[in-house]
């Protein structure tokens, strides 16, 4: 559910680095996709930190308020 959820952000981030005018779109994209694959990479290790040091419990309630955060803040992403 948490990847059906956030997969929804992916159009939205890629016509947002369409339409910015301040890094030529040629790095823009590239930038972008590096930053999502380091996220599918660093994620699930972290989350798996954090559930070691606090539990697991803890982590995904990390994450859920994280992902809280971000719908929060669609309002300030300009399209």
Do not use: W
């Not at 994280?66 to 300030?76: C, F, K, T």
């Amino acid at each position: 559910m948490v990847g059906a959820g956030c997969s929804n952000i992916v159009p939205v981030l890629y016509t947002a680095v369409g339409r910015q005018t301040v890094m030529p779109e040629h790095a823009a994209v590239p930038a972008i996709t590096i930053l999502g694959y380091a996220g599918i990479l660093i994620g699930p290790a972290a989350i798996g930190l954090v559930g070691h040091a606090a539990g697991l419990s803890f982590a995904l309630l990390l994450v859920a308020a994280l992902l809280l955060g971000v719908a929060a803040s669609g309002r300030i992403l300009r399209l």
